[in-house]
């Protein structure tokens, strides 16, 4: 089980695009050995669990490299057609529904 407090970093940072913490940035950007550095123990016990939820739940232009977290916080609507923005959107909340059991 993911903590509470990783994954409301992650849906944060999908849905608004915040910034997250250390070791959620680190676990974003692919950097397992400085993810691991800031994370406490129970985050290092559920790290399968939270790559679990990124592969399952982000979009995966939005993780796997610094780049492509920098790119993701950066981003600017404007650079897609809405239908591609709701289609986005869309998938997020149908996984969060599957997840959650709806």
Not at 5 to 31: M, S
Not at 42 to 66: E, K, R
């Amino acid at each position: 089980m993911i903590p509470s407090n990783i994954q409301y970093q992650i849906d944060q940072y999908v849905t608004n695009r915040v910034p997250p913490g250390g070791c959620v940035r680190a676990i974003l950007e692919n950097n397992l050995m400085e993810s691991f550095s800031h994370a406490d123990e129970n985050t290092q016990s559920c790290m399968h669990d939270i790559v679990q939820y990124l592969y399952n739940m982000v979009p995966m232009h939005a993780y796997g490299s610094v780049q492509r977290v920098v790119d993701w916080l950066n981003y600017e609507d404007i650079q897609k057609s809405p239908n591609e923005i709701d289609e986005d959107e869309a998938d997020y909340e149908h996984n969060r529904q599957l997840e959650s059991g709806g």
